[in-house]
């Protein structure tokens, strides 16, 4: 075993590495305990807090080790941050010879086959469309690695990515004729050759349970696998060992018969016909299902006659087009690929209509033009630890947020893992001095209908103090709308409200204007890393409890009645207590930030439970007076030098 309180030293390999590099013994202690489970082949949870620097303390032991091992991110930016900066840093402070490799799952890669079928249909481009084609095309000459976040001049969300790149259904494997060149098949490879791999969540596990992303060989030969951001593997796992059907991965289908029945079988004219007559059940089952954006249990609508009988008319449809698709498969490898992707959709749209087991949540959800089927396991903990049976590495499971209190039986026993060693780590930064915890008194009840003003008038006194520089986070999309209509041309700050670009986008210029105004809801509360006087204060409108209407969250609720437990001690609280120490977490980042956090929920008060929320975040001192907060800030030199920019809104 190494010593890593010496090489996570002031005399250390990093120290003489990474500029402005602090030694910090909690550092120290996750590098020591992550090296002893990857030795003795252990399971372990570890919840470090922010400032703790738990990338270093995993890399370490992971590049020392001498083993394969994976690491395991919650999104493709991380990924790049920890492949790109972090491994990089390891490596060359330590002089280790290790090998390492990136592997994104295959949407992240330029397919050849689907540029080269994109070109050939180029008339039904618009002539934005057609740009960036040509774009792609120059750079596809150029690329070595095929990665689509290496060409940045085309935006992530282009219409385009997905003609151009390809999915477990529509890839054509070792039949491709881009075979040999494929992207895919080259970062798969270098994988299988590397000592340390860098993947996402979702990538470990559509292999590990579904066996879908084609490096399912790499995975029995990892001796660890270490799992950052591991608050989002319930989740995650929720997903994948699930089935779902959406509206948009059958309009990839019907576009794709359609094309391929005009290159491989032109005379089979009843094939796109077929297809064509699809698309309309789809669009009407859309309609059937209400204008509204909504997440319901299929049970809500069990007896609606029209979705039903739309419902019967989409298999008896898709029966029959797979039917044809079966004739029409031996004319080429395009149609044998869309006769493949039938059949399993086929089988997924039965098991989703018929009556369910006891261990499955059936629901749906529907977004502006789109639906999504979808049959949920209440219970992703046996079907987790079977996986973990066939993988039997160590197991490295850390994240700031994975503790309610010093308790980590909500976490552990949602994915089966009571056996493993749990390790709680503080943050090492200074609360105690450098934050202010504000619980504003006399708010109305969050569900009285002028809760969100009253938010808002919270806000603006504590604005006025901070000087901008703020997160306003939401629970829900309407009272962040809500609210951005009350502060629009109304503060001194300039305001930026999610939504109205991109998140990278408002996030770079929110550092830039250095004392904005940023409104968000749920992709604000996590991933999101803003240093200095920037962000210097948070404000949190309600507490973080899941949707009493949520599908999912009212199954499991009435499955732990069943078994006399209580759903909301045993399931909503503990699940919002992580989520609200995932927002708290965006405002204290760096040794010396200061700030502000607000909750503005007044339960924390008044309910009993609010002391389980209240004792899960870092010490800091409390207050009811908002006069606190200007004498908080008086001496700050960031707020001294905050300029004011009113009414800019982005």
């Not at 890399?59 to 492949?83: C, E, M, N, W, Y």
């Not at 019907?254 to 059940?281: H, N, Y």
């Not at 609606?304 to 008319?313: G, I």
């Not at 606190?628 to 001496?635: E, K, L, S, T, V």
Request: net charge negative; glycine share 8%.
């Amino acid at each position: 075993m190494h010593d890593y309180h010496e090489l996570l030293g002031a005399a250390g390999p990093l120290a003489r590495h990474v500029a402005g590099f602090m030694p910090r013994a909690a550092q120290q202690q996750m590098a020591d305990a992550v090296a002893a489970a990857i030795q003795s082949h252990d399971k372990l949870i570890v919840e470090a807090g922010t400032g703790t620097g738990k990338t270093f303390a995993y890399l370490l032991p992971a590049v020392h080790s001498g083993r394969k091992v994976i690491i395991s991110t919650g999104t493709r930016h991380l990924q790049d941050q920890l492949f790109h900066n972090d491994l990089p840093v390891v490596r060359e402070a330590l002089n280790a010879p290790v090998s390492t490799a990136l592997l994104k799952g295959r949407s992240n890669y330029l397919c050849l086959h689907r540029l080269a079928l994109t070109a050939g249909e180029g008339r039904y481009l618009s002539r934005q469309q057609l740009h960036e084609l040509e774009q792609i095309r120059a750079w596809s000459g150029r690329t070595r690695r095929g990665d689509i976040a290496g060409l940045g001049e085309i935006p992530e969300d282009s219409a385009l990515w997905p003609r151009v790149t390809s999915t477990v259904d529509n890839c054509l494997g070792q039949e491709c004729e881009f075979f040999r060149d494929c992207f895919v098949v080259k970062a798969r490879r270098a994988a299988m050759e590397a000592d340390v791999v860098v993947i996402n969540h979702h990538l470990l596990f559509a292999d590990m349970v579904l066996r879908e992303e084609g490096f399912g060989e790499l995975l029995p030969g990892v001796d660890a696998i270490i799992v950052d951001e591991a608050h989002q593997i319930p989740e995650v796992a929720s997903v994948f060992f699930g089935t779902s059907i959406s509206s948009h991965q059958l309009h990839d289908l019907v576009r794709d018969i359609q094309i391929e029945s005009l290159r491989e079988a032109a005379d089979m004219s009843d094939l796109p016909e077929t297809a064509q007559q699809l698309e309309g059940i789809l669009r009407r089952i859309r309609l059937a299902l209400g204008q509204a954006d909504r997440r319901a249990a299929w049970a809500d609508i069990g007896d609606d006659r029209p979705v039903t009988e739309l419902m019967q008319e989409l298999t008896t449809v898709f029966t029959r087009l797979a039917g044809r698709l079966e004739a029409a498969a031996e004319r080429g490898k395009g149609l044998d690929n869309c006769r493949q992707r039938a059949t399993v959709v086929l089988e997924r749209l039965r098991a989703l209509l018929e009556e369910p087991s006891g261990e499955y949540v059936p629901w749906f959800e529907t977004q502006r033009q789109s639906f999504r089927l979808n049959l949920t396991p209440l219970n992703v903990a046996p079907a987790f630890t079977k996986a973990l049976e066939g993988l039997p590495g160590a197991w490295i499971f850390t994240s700031a947020t994975l503790a309610v209190g010093a308790n980590f039986s909500y976490f552990a026993s949602r994915l089966g893992l009571e056996k493993a060693r749990t390790l709680q780590l503080e943050s090492p930064f200074d609360y105690e001095h450098n934050a202010l915890l504000y619980l504003p008194e006399a708010l109305p009840d969050p569900a009285d209908r002028r809760y969100t003003q009253a938010v808002v008038d919270c806000a603006r006194a504590v604005l006025a103090a901070s000087r901008g520089r703020a997160f306003l986070l939401f629970t829900s999309h309407t009272a962040l709308q809500e609210a951005a209509a009350l502060l629009e041309g109304t503060v001194d700050y300039p305001l930026l409200v999610q939504g109205s670009a991109p998140r990278a986008d408002l996030l770079a210029r929110f550092r830039h204007l250095g004392n904005a105004i940023l409104l968000g809801t749920s992709s604000f509360w996590e991933g999101v890393d803003v240093r200095g006087g920037a962000l210097s204060c948070v404000i949190i409108d309600k507490l973080p409890f899941a949707s009493p209407g949520d599908p999912v969250l009212q199954a499991r609720s009435e499955a732990l009645r069943r078994q006399g437990r209580s759903p909301f001690l045993d399931y909503q609280l503990p699940n919002a207590v992580i989520a609200l120490k995932q927002g708290a977490g965006r405002l204290i980042r760096d040794v010396d930030d200061r700030g502000v956090l607000v909750l503005c929920d007044p339960r924390l008060r008044q309910r009993s439970y609010g002391r389980v929320f209240l004792n899960s975040l870092p010490g800091m001192p409390r207050t009811g007076n908002v006069r606190d907060i200007h004498d908080f800030f008086a001496h700050d030199v960031h707020a001294a030098t905050a300029t004011s920019v009113r009414g800019e809104t982005h």
